[in-house]
């Protein structure tokens, strides 16, 4: 492709918009007046993230060496220097976004609030470009947009050392841009006159009618099918020109219009402009009537694709609430919904999955924003949706249920209002993913959530930050439900979940200040000792009883012995302590017990607070402090 006012070649990703890469070029360079921030806005479906992956590509060392730059408009290309970090916001959290900037510089904080002072600190200049914050967050509906631009994009931008590129939805570019002094920022908006680009628009219509479509600008197509339209150059070009016409500024809408033309009858002859559609939902209604189908059977179909959370829907399950919405069976609708839907779906096979599984998902958000905002009553569909997976959890047990079905029930939920319902089953706090789950529990206002819920939540910064398996959390959330009393969610977790914990939690004492635990024994004028922990809280605790006072607790019931002589205890022998079946080492912030030899694991205990003390008797009972209290667990 050649600009045909410069006869530069055009980018071949890209195919065209030269103004906004000149820009950017500028930016990247550093040139004379140019932004040290610069935010990329436009509506949904502008074409922002493709026009940020083919400037990437010039910004890439590696591959800008595949790219034709010595036939580029040489104010497109930015000189070459080493590839910025690119820390895609799509699918994160605002705090898991700031810690993966702060893993990719290396840079030391305890909160990740730190992380951008430490940034700048470093006393040299650095690129970062952020994309996808319309997909930031492990829940759509969790508002985590808004949660990395006032949390991430902001101090990143406020940093004198940084020069930032954002890719940002328009409700948030000028909040963003009205932090920062003036010239030190710019907003592009691609639907702007300025950097809107039509012939590019014209260009991307032909090549995508063309016999040989051009995969760069649409990596699904594979050649137009022979038409009149598509075979003859000016009849190629006159529809091309009409599409982009009725487009406007939206490369998606010329992307549904051609394949909406492409799917349609091969008699169909569309250059009647009122066939071309202005819009993504009149491109939705246009290709349902050039089928001969009912635009709302078309919207039935893709529905739950437009209120799925993550990467998509599997098919099986897709099925189900397409007839769980639709109040219908709708067989007759889903046997012939590939031409129907086709223009506006997309499979995909995940990375990692275990078996042949394909899942749905729309095209693009802006189609999914359509036929949400089409919907009567969004909250009453995510109710249905709610049950309909509710109904397919195999005997209700968690660990059996479709990863789908257990990772993001909760997302559907909350936008039905019934998250806190669901949040009292112990099962699903085990087995969903613990980053989706926390994300969709903070959402709630607290004073709407349950006990189990609070110590969820409060639990949820270890699951997440230590990545444990389900086996683990189970464990780790066992304790955490004796700490808040609640006995009968932990004997649950023990009792129906079929785990096989590493410990049972005996008892939680929410005593401050102990800096020293042992086990010991317990003398009684007759039969066995008792088996006590001896708990030591430090002298001057706030709060405390007196100077380094001891607290004498019952091992496995946590009894009191008030007024017990420390002098009377029996402490184990150095004999005993040999002899013990178990071993313990201590971190920080981890216990580990291991077997006698000192060789295998037996059981890891994790806590968000420092350890302050540890000690664990020779028949295996761990007793653990930190400064809010102690406990003790029966190591299996």
Request: hydrophobic share 45%; proline share 10%.
């Amino acid at each position: 492709m050649t600009a045909p006012t410069t006869g530069y070649a055009l980018h071949p990703y890209i195919g065209g918009r030269t103004a906004v890469l000149r820009a950017l070029a500028d930016w990247r360079a550093g040139a004379p007046g140019a932004p040290r921030v610069v935010v990329l806005t436009g509506s949904p479906g502008s074409g922002r993230s493709h026009l940020l992956t083919g400037f990437l590509m010039l910004c890439d060392p590696e591959f800008r060496g595949r790219l034709p730059l010595a036939d580029l408009d040489p104010s497109t290309v930015p000189p070459e220097l080493p590839a910025p970090a690119v820390p895609s916001a799509a699918g994160l959290t605002a705090a898991q976004l700031g810690w993966l900037i702060a893993e990719h510089y290396g840079v030391r904080a305890d909160r990740v609030e730190e992380v951008y002072a430490a940034l700048g600190a470093l006393g040299r200049t650095e690129t970062v470009v952020v994309p996808d914050v319309d997909r930031a967050g492990p829940v759509r509906t969790a508002g985590e947009p808004a949660r990395v631009v006032r949390e991430v994009l902001k101090p990143l931008a406020a940093t004198a050392g940084v020069r930032l590129l954002a890719d940002v939805p328009r409700d948030f570019a000028a909040e963003l841009a009205g932090a920062l002094p003036p010239g030190a920022v710019q907003v592009i908006d691609l639907d702007e006159p300025r950097w809107a680009d039509g012939p590019g628009l014209v260009r991307q219509a032909a090549a995508l009618l063309g016999p040989g479509a051009d995969a760069l600008l649409d990596p699904r197509a594979a050649g137009a099918p022979e038409r009149p339209f598509t075979s003859d150059p000016s009849a190629r070009r006159a529809l091309a020109e009409a599409i982009a016409r009725r487009a406007g500024t939206s490369p998606l809408v010329v992307q549904l219009a051609v394949q909406s033309i492409l799917t349609g009858p091969a008699t169909d002859t569309p250059y009647d402009e009122k066939l071309l559609p202005s819009t993504v939902g009149e491109a939705v209604d246009l290709h349902a009537h050039r089928l001969g189908a009912d635009p709302q059977t078309l919207r039935q179909l893709l529905a739950p694709l437009a209120l799925a959370e993550g990467d998509g829907l599997p098919i099986d399950l897709w099925i189900r609430l397409v007839n769980s919405l639709a109040g219908k069976d709708m067989s007759a609708a889903l046997a012939n919904s590939g031409a129907l839907a086709g223009p506006f779906v997309e499979s995909l096979r995940p990375d990692g999955d275990g078996g042949p599984r394909t899942l749905l998902r729309l095209l693009h958000p802006a189609v999914a924003d359509d036929i949400r905002a089409g919907l009567p009553n969004v909250r009453a569909a995510q109710t249905r949706i709610a049950m309909t997976l509710l109904e397919a959890v195999p005997e209700q047990d968690w660990s059996k249920a479709d990863p789908y079905v257990r990772d993001h029930i909760a997302g559907h939920t909350l936008e039905a209002g019934l998250l806190p319902q669901l949040l009292t089953d112990p099962g699903l706090f085990v087995h969903a993913d613990p980053v989706r789950l926390r994300a969709a529990i903070e959402a709630v206002p607290p004073a709407e959530l349950g006990a189990p819920a609070r110590t969820y939540l409060r639990t949820a910064p270890l699951l997440t930050r230590t990545q444990a398996p389900a086996a683990l959390r189970a464990a780790l959330l066992e304790t955490a439900f004796v700490e808040d009393g609640l006995p009968d969610y932990a004997e649950a977790i023990h009792g129906r979940l079929g785990l096989d914990l590493p410990w049972q939690t005996l008892w939680s004492l929410p005593v401050p200040g102990v800096s020293a635990v042992t086990t010991a024994v317990l003398p009684r004028p007759e039969g066995p000792g008792v088996p006590v922990a001896v708990l030591t809280q430090a002298a001057g605790e706030e709060n405390g009883p007196a100077p380094s006072a001891v607290l004498v607790r019952g091992l496995v019931q946590a009894d009191a012995f008030d007024g017990t002589d420390p002098a009377a205890l029996l402490h184990p022998s150095e004999e005993q302590q040999a002899a013990a079946r178990m071993r313990l080492s201590r971190g920080a912030d981890y216990v580990r017990v291991w077997d006698e030899a000192g060789e295998k694991v037996m059981a890891t205990l994790l806590s968000d607070a420092p350890f302050t003390a540890a000690a664990l008797s020779p028949d295996g009972i761990l007793v653990v402090a930190t400064e809010f209290g102690a406990k003790a667990l029966r190591i299996r």
